[in-house]
């Protein structure tokens, strides 16, 4: 062993032993005849002290040592002088007998800091030099803390975790899969799943009733700012259970989770919303519940006033921002900017100030009168001095605006703590999704989702109303995750597939070794999935999933730090079968 | 909830209450007017019984129920006049009072039970059937605790779990990788990881000095019976360690497995052999020491009797089988015929009875005397009763084959009992293999390995004898796995990378993305993997490691069940920029 302590253990208590520590020069001090040096490794740092003195040599060599140098150093712990609170060995410094360089570093192109000078490309170039980072590696220890005890709770509560194949079938619905040409069987592929959906459901077919993993799962989609093409989910499947039993042990996960890693302790239930509700009340189906601000329709009372835009909208709705009378001509143009931006799209933004004094100005002063503005205003429950936001147009594009607006209000009033959890549920998810396009339904979640029971009758007469047993987890705004009650029953689930527009034929060529399988015996099952990257970021307080990854991939789906993907050897495609096609195929040959 | 029990908990002490439960039928049976229907779930059988007078429908529903039915039953416990000792719920049953039948079930084409009749093709083609098998159900339970209590141990030891890609970069040394084409990046493709080597050696540069992962790795192999595709790796890395540190470790963790898993408590500290050693006394770098018969060498005392092929041989090497003079004629043929057969390859075998009248009975009795043939028993240890078998030849191969024949022995003696584990450290492994073929050396174990430091000086001048800092651990003749402190010293893996005969471009070009890493201070490491699947089939005491895996491919690489790898769009293909070539490619055109 290189080491006897580590360089984030020694205390005051420790002071007069002896100490061997090993880890990387963070930085070196020289004042005067003492050199100072913090030592650093992944438990903390230490300062070590080198006397000219005391021994001139040693002095000598630690004034030659570069940041990152990787060190071993042999003394005595002493009392430091000057105590650094900020630093738990704040208290002690070693007094430097032996120092041995176990390697030396090149400057790192960046400064391995909290606060790093390193740009995003170069830190990913040399992640592994990112990767000492304070904060880094702090995502990390999160990271590894919470499978841990997501483990435990569900172990306790009888799961057991089954690793399923990484090469699985290809199916051409969906997003698209990674495919692995297979040597053994030419032209044939295999795929990398992009869940082990129907792997768990067959696990409930073979009556492993509570099943879980953190799983691996992959999709070749185009990477939006927060995708990865591989990402880690962790998949939950039970079998005797109805949406109440997956709902309440789920909770509960997320809830010892909360508790075990962040010392947060939710006692009472989730909240929990209807879609429909966190539609018309949020625009959004994962509505950031940390604050108010609800959307007020006023479609029937700012309706027939000759003002034509909203005249010939379905739909007039708002929000009202406590204490933004105030806001200046600058601060309402930048709010109706906001909304014009291209990402969000609106035509423009209403807005209705009550003033303190009880006066009221707005931009469609001319079409309404003071009256009707205050009816507006009693109906949204404005106070004075608050602000009117009010949005037009066709019904649920105009949620959408308004969701964007309300959590742009919620950023600007400071409403959006990283410090505070606001879980909820949101419950009874269409079953089907109406695509213009196509003219036709798709599943909204996928072609195995149960319809809710007392929605079964109205199939085939309000097929766009039937709600699925589906509900989705959110915490502040972001998905982390979902599941739904499967379809066990073979019957429902053929009349599901002709909904769908699946013929049997197509139904059977994608699904058949589930639908096979349900003809042993399938017990009444449902599960869920919760996005673990994404867990992990949410209780980092971070915006995006990279920082929670060790090894991230770019946009454009590459490991920058290795260069990967690349070519490979035309030995190795021949071996395959395969051949490269020229980028522009010579369609006259 | 379908159940309010399951049906592995009732008891004595339940009887009189209400349960409701949910699960297959495993059978019914019907005697005069009491049907009897055993249901199974995951958790056990619970007997229930419906009674033609109490309730004359639901006796009659009863009788209509087929083999894997789903079925959820209500009744009350009530004690069992015939009580049935070898079933946890044997002393009770359920009177039902409802039984609704959740899902029908084909008759399954084989018997849901620990021995069944289905066979091997015909199991994994209905693999959800066979994984609800008890047998099949303990080995996937086993995996659980068995992951779970690793990662307890490495997590109270301070080790991080942290992910590592499946997206990586191909390198075209060591075993074939499968590839994936990447669509984003046409003509670039990524390769799935033979293990997290390259990784795990850059988190140790990042200074997480514990790691570990329970991984999935992949190799595009041609398939022996006992290999996957696709398998699943404890990997392991420390910083700061020697390799008694690293012995230390995983010593306790493969402990702790045996005792919270197995129940069994080894006190003492695992033995631990030299290769050579390994390789003089069995023959073999993963010697089965739960039973004798080492190796004794008679090279010096059997030449030069005229005996050519003795004579002739660099060596002659016996085992003293305890008992065995008894053995007739046509028991000392089978082994000959053993040693003769092809996967063996040896030419003959000697044998010398000891009976136990003090006589001598021997293969070779014209070539030796008895007092010769004496002194080989002396050396050998013989008592009355035993029989010498001895080969020879040349000095590995022989080994190897003596090894194969005291293997044999020792199933034959009943000496390798599945029940009794003999854990085993074998160390200083040779760290060159020299190839005959291509006339140069390889890296037995990989370019990383750290020499022995008291070999360093030997590097140019013996270099086939160099030791490696590298330790296998066995458990019963099979390797669980192996590692080695790592060279964190750039000076020294140039001069590996030169006897390896890699050009610096070819270095740089494999491994440049580690080179670079380790200029920034790597610091000292050393790690070991250990084969996940294999560690649960020993504690399971089966042979193979498909049993303890899920959804396990055939010897084709081929999911039967879901009939995977399958062909893919010509779409997809054009996505991938990909083209199949025909079989046989024309060569004039």
């Known amino acids: 062993m290189y080491r006897d302590r580590t360089c984030g253990e020694l205390r005051l208590t420790d002071a007069g032993t002896e100490a061997k520590i090993a880890g990387w020069v963070q930085r070196t001090r020289k004042m005067g005849g003492m050199t100072f040096v913090d030592v650093r490794d992944r438990y903390g740092i230490t300062q070590v002290v080198f006397d000219q003195e005391r021994n001139p040599e040693l002095w000598e060599a630690a004034n030659n040592l570069g940041r990152e140098f990787v060190v071993q150093i042999k003394g005595r712990v002493e009392e430091r002088a000057s105590k650094n609170a900020k630093n738990p060995t704040g208290d002690i410094e070693i007094f430097a007998d032996e120092l041995k360089v176990l390697n030396r570093s090149k400057v790192p192109p960046f400064t391995i800091e909290e606060n790093t000078d390193g740009g995003d490309d170069l830190r990913m170039k040399y992640r592994y030099l990112d990767l000492r980072r304070p904060n880094v590696r702090r995502n990390l220890e ?66 492993y009733d509570r099943y879980f993993q953190i799983a691996k799962c992959f999709r070749d989609e185009d990477l939006r700012a927060d995708r990865q093409p591989e990402f880690t989910q962790i998949d939950c499947e039970m079998s005797f259970v109805e949406q109440e039993d997956v709902i309440r042990m789920f909770e509960g996960l997320v ?36 604050f108010g601000m609800p959307f007020v329709e006023l479609t029937d009372i700012a309706k027939g006033k000759g003002f034509g835009v909203v005249d ?31 990402q969000v ?24 009168t003071e009256d009707e503005l205050r009816a507006w205003g009693e109906r949204m429950d404005a106070k004075p001095g608050d602000l ?3 949005m037009t147009g066709e019904a649920m594009k105009t949620r959408k605006q308004l969701c964007e607006l309300r959590l742009e209000m919620g950023n600007r009033l400071g409403l959006r703590d990283k410090n505070v959890f606001a879980p909820l549920w949101v419950i009874d998810f269409p079953l089907f999704e109406w695509d213009e396009e196509t003219q036709r339904f798709y599943a909204m979640h996928h072609p195995f989702t149960s319809p809710n029971p007392e929605d079964i009758p109205m199939l085939r007469t309000d097929t766009g109303n039937v709600r699925a047993t589906a509900y989705d987890i959110v915490v502040n705004g972001t998905e982390l995750g979902g599941g739904s009650i499967r379809i066990h029953d073979a019957e429902l689930q053929d009349e599901m597939f002709e909904l769908l527009g699946f013929t049997p034929e197509r139904a059977h060529e994608q699904f058949g070794f589930l639908m096979n399988a349900f003809q042993y015996g399938a017990p009444p099952h449902g599960g869920l999935a919760l996005g673990f990257d994404r867990f992990v970021s949410i209780l980092a307080g971070l915006d995006t999933i990279r920082d929670v990854i060790a090894f991230p991939k770019n946009n454009s789906g590459r490991d920058v730090m290795n260069e990967s993907p690349s070519p490979i050897d035309t ?11 020229p980028l522009k195929a010579d369609k006259d040959k």
Chains 1, 2 share one sequence.
């Open 345 to 368: 799209g609106a035509k423009g933004l209403i807005w209705v100030k009550f003033e303190p004094d009880g006066s009221i100005k707005s931009s469609v002063g001319k079409f309404y």
């Open 142 to 207: 999160l990271r590894h803390k919470m499978a841990f005890e997501i483990r435990r709770y569900l172990d306790s509560e009888g799961f057991l975790e089954i690793e399923t194949p990484i090469l699985v079938k290809s199916t051409p619905e969906g997003a698209r899969d990674f495919v692995v040409p297979s040597r053994m069987n030419p032209g044939e592929f295999y795929a990398l799943p992009q869940s082990p959906q129907l792997f768990k459901q067959l696990l409930m077919v073979s009556g």
């Open 255 to 290: 809830k010892h989770i909360f508790k075990y890693v962040k010392g947060i302790d939710f006692t009472e239930p989730f909240p929990r919303m209807t879609w429909k509700d966190a539609m018309e009340k949020y625009g959004s189906d994962k509505p950031d519940i940390r």
């Open 571 to 581: 030995a190795q495609l021949d071996e395959l079968q395969l051949e490269l096609k």
């Open 388 to 390: 009117l936001l009010i």
């Open 312 to 342: 010939d909208a379905d739909l007039t709705v708002g929000i009202c921002a406590p204490g933004c009378a105030s806001y200046t001509r600058k601060q309402l143009d930048e709010l109706t900017n906001f909304v014009k931006r291209p």
